[in-house]
């Protein structure tokens, strides 16, 4: 889905190991097709503990692009708010070489996932993927970027040198405040908001921006990342929060 803002604005676009707790069984089923699903799909299967106890959250990215501990300490503190998981929550995070491109397509970025993704479902844990690129979208425009897409039903992508180029300097937010706020809206949509697989209980889609939040305070509202919604964050030197139709959406789809 994308968000496009004129002037200096970023958008979203959204195409919508461990073993078991028994010690005797050493041996899981792993079936990468469970994490290659459409966006939203999982929905329940990340807010509920009624398939998957834990969580492993695969953090990948380019050399030179790591997202800060802020940013991931947020994102870990964000699905402990909102998810079941009563064996916890581990992030696993390392670097790889840069691919070399100043542009990635939709495509590029899903063969980048194939080639580096070594976390996927297995029994009792639900694994997601979070990739921090080293280029830009190529749908950016001269009047518009994407800092984030949730592409799969656990995949998420962060153009972390966009969120770089948008980011501390004067009158932009603090860089950690920017990736919170891009990771945890990705996150969103992966968690079904809104109508994304995770069913309205009050009538608050955006219709001139599906799959968006209509409340402007809300963190899935579409514009939330505009040159008003970071002079916004800034003020109150915190990212957007979910409102509270979105948190009833998920509390409805096995969520907190």
């Known amino acids: ?19 078991k707790d028994d010690a005797n ?12 699903q459409t966006t939203g799909s999982s929905s329940n299967d990340l807010l509920s503990d009624k398939k998957f106890t834990r969580m492993v959250i695969e953090v990948v990215y380019v050399q030179g692009f790591e997202p800060s501990t802020t940013a991931i300490n947020n994102f870990v503190s964000f699905l402990n ?14 670097a790889i070489p840069s691919p070399g491109k100043a542009t990635f397509t939709n495509q590029e970025i ?16 639900i694994a997601v993927w979070v990739f921090f690129a080293d280029g830009k979208s190529s749908s950016d425009t001269s009047t518009s970027v994407i800092l984030g897409t949730a592409y799969r ?9 966009t969120v770089h180029g948008l980011s501390d300097s004067s009158f932009e937010p603090n860089r950690s405040l920017l ?38 305070t809300c963190l899935m509202y579409w514009s939330s ?18 409102d509270a139709q979105c948190i009833a959406d998920l509390r409805a789809n096995g969520g907190k």
């Open 110 to 125: 899903v063969a980048i996932e194939d080639v580096n993704r070594t976390k996927f479902n297995t029994s009792n844990q």
């Open 179 to 216: 990736e919170t706020t891009v990771i945890t809206h990705e996150l969103g949509h992966i968690l079904g908001l809104t109508n994304l697989g995770t069913t309205l209980q009050s009538n608050h889609e955006d219709a001139a921006h599906p799959k968006h939040c209509n409340v402007e």
């Open 153 to 161: 039903n656990t995949s998420l992508v962060i153009y972390e040198q």
């Open 81 to 94: 708010a909102r998810t079941y998981k009563p064996n916890g929550i581990s992030i696993v995070k390392r």
């Open 25 to 36: 069984d050493t041996v899981e089923t792993i079936n990468p097709v469970t994490n290659k």
């Open 1 to 19: 889905m994308k968000k496009v803002i004129a002037m200096l604005t970023m958008g979203f676009f959204l195409l919508v190991s461990c073993s």
């Open 225 to 242: 990342e505009s040159g008003k919604g970071i002079a916004n964050m800034v003020s109150g030197g915190s990212a957007p929060q979910l």
